[in-house]
């Protein structure tokens, strides 16, 4: 059983493991992560196991951090991903995160990444974290305010992304 990296009141947040394949694949599919995150082509269990070895696995091994499980507490279920990136285009560490469309609206995003912030400051000591969120991403934009996160500019990520909203803690806007 994976062990948890985090947890909150509602949430356990852990590594991505071969298990969450079906989910992954569930998640990356949603209407919302393809219109405000990207298409990743993952329309297989083999294409999300592969997703799962080449993004979060990988990133662990790396970095030390990627993008993490979030399970609800009370059933035990992954409703989300939550954390940390370093990508080759932004210069620095970002927090991301993707939930399934039917755990909108319900403050998990807010908490999951709130705690990975937390986590990625204290334990790992990254001292700056950013984030970059779809122009028109408003409940993302919002989660990214509660957090301390403020607009700073439009930017582009990837060669052929179109530009995204950059976010960097508020003391430096």
């Given at each position: 059983m994976?062990m948890n990296?985090?947890e909150?009141e509602?949430?356990s947040?852990?590594?991505?493991?071969a298990?969450?394949v079906?989910?992954?694949?569930?998640?990356?599919n949603?209407?919302?992560f393809?219109k405000?995150?990207a298409?990743?082509g993952v329309?297989?269990?083999?294409?999300a196991?592969r997703?799962?070895?080449?993004?979060?696995?990988?990133?662990?091994?790396?970095f030390?951090?990627?993008?993490f499980?979030?399970?609800?507490k009370?059933t035990g279920?992954?409703i989300?991903?939550c954390g940390?990136l370093?990508?080759?285009?932004l210069?620095d560490v970002d927090?991301?995160y993707a939930?399934?469309?039917r755990?909108w609206?319900?403050g998990?995003?807010?908490?999951?990444?709130?705690?990975?912030?937390a986590?990625g400051h204290?334990?790992?000591?990254?001292?700056?974290?950013v984030?970059?969120?779809a122009?028109d991403?408003?409940a993302?934009?919002?989660v990214?305010?509660?957090?301390g996160?403020r607009?700073?500019a439009m930017?582009y990520?990837?060669?052929?992304?179109?530009?995204?909203?950059?976010f960097?803690?508020v003391?430096?806007?």
């Open positions: 994976p990296i985090l909150t509602r949430l947040v852990r590594h991505i493991e298990e969450d079906a989910f992954i694949l569930e998640l990356l949603e209407p919302g393809i405000n995150i298409d990743r329309r297989t269990l083999a294409d196991v997703y799962i070895e080449q993004g979060p696995r990988a990133s662990y091994a790396k030390g951090f990627g993008l499980c979030v399970i609800l009370e279920v992954p989300g991903m940390l370093k990508r080759e285009t210069e927090i991301g939930f399934l469309e755990c609206g319900q998990y995003a807010s908490e999951a990444a709130s705690a990975v912030m986590y204290d334990t790992l000591g990254i001292k700056r974290i984030a970059i969120t122009p991403n408003d993302s934009i919002r990214l305010t509660k957090l996160l607009f700073k930017v990520i990837g060669h052929d992304r179109e530009e995204s909203r950059l960097v803690p003391e430096e806007t």
